[in-house]
């Protein structure tokens, strides 16, 4: 069983940044980015393969978002730029163990954090 543990949510106003960590308990294949606003189905942000770090972004944060990791820390990041009022929403990292599988599939979630921003 993966533990993860997300870090760095807050309050931001808009074109501001903000950087989200998550850490895992043991290494894994791929991490994913998700997040959910308020009345709205969770929606995939972005994803990297660990070993590798590719990465693959979903077209609303496409060009403001980049995720990186550092293997040694089992930890990724979401860095997030220019930031809207539409990106508040909860985040949440995922992960896999397993190599392969689709980039927006996982059996391990982290707790989520919030991030809001205002106008």
């Known amino acids: 069983q993966v533990q993860l543990v997300e870090s760095g949510g807050g309050l931001v106003q808009a074109g501001d940044s903000l950087r989200l960590s998550c850490t895992a308990s043991?290494?894994?294949?791929?991490v994913g980015w998700f997040r959910q606003a308020p009345g709205k189905e969770r929606e995939f942000v972005g994803s990297?393969?660990?070993?590798?770090?590719?990465?693959v972004y979903a077209d609303s944060v496409k060009g403001r978002f980049t995720i990186s990791r550092v293997n040694a820390k089992n930890t990724v990041y979401l860095q997030m730029n220019s930031l809207k009022r539409e990106d508040t929403a909860v985040y949440y990292c995922?992960?896999?163990?397993?190599?392969?599988?689709?980039?927006?599939?996982?059996?391990?979630w982290g707790q989520g954090i919030q991030v809001t921003v205002s106008s």
């Open positions: 043991e290494r894994t294949f791929r």
């Open positions: 990297i393969i660990m070993s590798v770090g590719s990465t």
């Open positions: 995922a992960a896999r163990t397993v190599v392969g599988g689709a980039y927006d599939v996982y059996p391990y």
